[in-house]
């Protein structure tokens, strides 16, 4: 990805994110917007809850809804990377026992956590088949 096409998805992202209105979806147009970016087959917005140790999927991008819309926050890639603190990137879930199976034809999986002004925490999951989910 070049610089510039990079600077133009983060500025499409703060205008998608900085709309005031609720009904917007504008969780799912980042979903949207973050695959096609990145080529990706299915991505996820997820909600961390602290208090309560869930986490909540907010919007997917992809074929079909996330196996799992709400797990506790200690399980999976995703409760590595809350634990963490940090980006958690798999080659090859088959090998990860910390994987929990959303698709069976998933060989990758990245999870970058990001969080609101609001300290609302929220994950990314990007899911390819077969290739690393780096880009």
Known sequence: MTLKKHERILAELKTIISNPHPGSN????????????????????????????????????????????????????????ISMGATINVGDVTADPRYLTAFATTRSEIIVPFSSSRESYWHDRCRKPGAECIR
């Open 26 to 81: 504008r969780f799912r147009t980042v979903a949207d917007l973050i695959k096609c970016s990145g080529d990706y087959r299915w991505v996820g917005l997820y909600r961390v809850d602290h208090a309560l140790g869930l986490v909540t999927n907010v919007a997917w991008s992809g074929p079909g809804p996330p196996k799992y819309p709400m797990f506790p926050i200690a399980r999976g890639l995703t409760g590595a990377a």
